[in-house]
């Protein structure tokens, strides 16, 4: 097979894989494999690969998957092998203690459920404890209301599994304790070096001048940061090996000065820990066993070892997983609060955007993000999806958790009152849900009835349509006459069946979509049964939330 027909192939592949999309980069690998002399041309390699993908990703899935079973059909077998359903068994999980760390710029959002549904469900199947560390020892990006909304949406995500809460901020005094002794112990030095002289050195794998100070300067130093250097003059760095093959693990930076105020602490501290130092430190204090991470913190891992081994603590079992990019689909905390600020969008809520606060607000279940999660697995490949499949995909998970206990109603979007000659005067009780709650729906009905202009705007002359579960009638002249109860001969004869109202006695109500629009019309009286928070489905349109109960009845779109 010639390098066109092999990367063709394992583009189909990826595409089958992941959603009807490939990625370029996904499959590199096993062409240079197969074909390990274009590592000498990568421009033109490049080029014919993207080309190809191209070709690829403009196929339907349907066709991707007819021409990957004609031309590779191992590699199907070779997926569907590597397909495991579940979480996977964790190393030495006796006692199995995690956590998940968020930094307080927003609330969570659908980036951060799959991270927090892993280690959320791995505590659950190990009887295990979960906590979550707000991490904020960067005072420059805090939105200060945060903090609430984390520990909320991480309750609600997780169905109440997380333990406790701690906030990195509340605990300087533990950085700086282990700080100081790492300084004695020699494992550490304060570098006034500008940040271009350390560089310098450590890409000549050099040490700076401050390096081997004697212990005395460096303690001096120490206290200095907490009194006369000012910011980006004195920071504080780890000894590590200067050979290391990686620059930036050379002597990393763990302490510096920050003098903007802090939301929380307001001006108490002018000297913070970075990341890895507050990382390591809660790691140990708090007995992390284990970790669920992004693939790109390894390099980290790599850092905190340093402080783990000086210190002679147990290091963490460490898991990585890829990152799901979201091609269409803003994240950005930092972003949508400026848009929130500008009125942009109403809040942290607002419909249009995809925080936990405003699906939830939707109808959607934590369940439906959790299963997504175990779908996608403990993974180091990246995904990279739309916001159409990925919404297809947690639609058909939360489709699962709350088709069984939505009630169903009827909802009329743009009515319209007609009658329908000659339908017989009837009391009629349909059920609330055709599985689990038989009747509860009461109607009294005559000739008149409200239907949607569209359902009458598709009716035939001389056909035999149907109120669902009620009747038959045609339409005559711009007329209609009842025909017929049996739904018999709506099967031997009839075309369309659409919902319908009574005249008289229904509800206002309002939806609100995924865009911000609204959605008007009339729902049936039985809606007063349902109470806020509940998801109900109206028949033949969606699945919905109702958010308020007044004159009008206001629900939040879910989906299909």
């Not at 913070?272 to 790691?283: F, G, I, K, R, Y």
């Amino acid at each position: 097979m010639d390098i066109n027909s092999s990367t063709r192939k394992y583009a189909l592949h990826n595409a089958v894989k992941f959603g009807g999309k490939a990625s370029s980069k996904a499959i590199v690998g096993r062409i240079l494999a197969e074909f390990p002399e274009w590592r000498n041309k990568p421009k033109e390699l490049s080029e014919k690969i993207e080309q190809i993908v191209s070709e690829v990703n403009a196929l339907s899935p349907e066709s991707q998957l007819r021409e990957l079973q004609s031309v590779a059909p191992e590699l199907l077998h070779e997926q569907k092998k590597e397909k495991k359903t579940g979480l996977p068994d964790l190393d030495d999980a006796k006692k199995v203690v995690m956590r998940f760390a968020p930094s307080p710029s927003g609330p969570l959002h659908i980036g951060h459920a799959y991270v927090l549904s892993l280690n959320s469900e791995f505590c659950r199947k190990y009887n295990g404890t979960l906590y979550i560390r707000i991490e904020d020892t960067n005072p420059e990006n805090i939105n200060p209301e945060s903090y609430k909304l984390i520990e909320e949406d991480a309750q609600w995500l997780t169905k109440n599994n997380v333990a406790k809460v701690f906030i990195q901020s509340d605990r300087i005094e533990e950085y700086y304790k282990c700080a100081e002794k790492l300084i004695g112990m020699g494992a550490a030095y304060i570098c006034t070096c500008t940040p271009d002289d350390f560089r310098s050195a450590a890409v000549k794998k050099k040490a700076c001048p401050c390096r081997e100070l004697p212990l005395k300067e460096q303690k001096h130093r120490y206290r200095r940061m907490f009194s006369d250097y000012g910011e980006g003059e004195a920071v504080m760095r780890v000894k590590t090996s200067l050979d290391d093959p990686n620059p930036a693990m050379r002597d990393w930076p763990a302490m510096r000065i920050n003098l903007h105020e802090h939301p929380r602490q307001k001006s108490k501290y002018r000297v913070w820990p970075l990341m890895n130092l507050a990382v390591a430190v809660d790691d140990h204090d708090f007995g992390i066993t284990h970790t669920i991470r992004a693939k790109d913190h390894m390099d980290n891992e790599k850092k905190q070892r340093f402080a783990f081994e000086y210190l002679k603590w147990k290091m963490p079992h460490h898991l990585y997983v890829g990152r799901i990019n979201f091609k269409d689909i803003k994240i950005s905390a930092s972003e949508t609060r400026r848009a929130i600020e500008l009125g942009k969008y109403d809040g942290w809520d607002d419909i249009r955007i995809p925080f936990l606060r405003a699906l939830k607000r939707r109808g959607y279940s934590p369940d439906a993000f959790i299963k997504y999660a175990i779908d996608v697995g403990v993974t180091q490949n990246d995904k990279y999806v739309t916001g159409e499949e990925f919404f297809k995909n947690l639609n058909a998970f939360n489709r699962d958790v709350i088709d069984p206990i939505s009630k169903r109603f009827f909802f009329i979007h743009d009515p319209a009152e007609v009658a329908i000659k000659g339908a017989p005067k009837s009391s009629v009780e349909l059920d609330l849900h055709p599985d689990s709650i038989k009747g509860g729906r009461k109607f009294s009905v005559g000739e008149k009835f409200i239907l949607s202009k569209k359902d009458l705007s598709e009716l035939k002359e001389g056909e035999i349509a149907r109120l669902m579960d009620l009747l038959n009638f045609r339409k005559s002249k711009n007329e209609f006459t009842f025909d017929s109860r049996e739904y018999e001969k709506y099967k031997k004869e009839g075309k369309k069946i659409i919902h319908w109202l009574p005249a008289d006695g229904n509800i206002k109500v309002q939806v609100k979509m995924p865009d911000g629009s609204i959605i008007s019309g009339l729902g049936e009286s039985s809606l007063k049964l349902a109470e806020v928070d509940d998801t109900v489905q109206f028949e033949r349109f969606g699945f919905c939330r109702l958010d308020s109960k007044n004159e009008v009845y206001t629900f939040w779109f879910a989906h299909k």
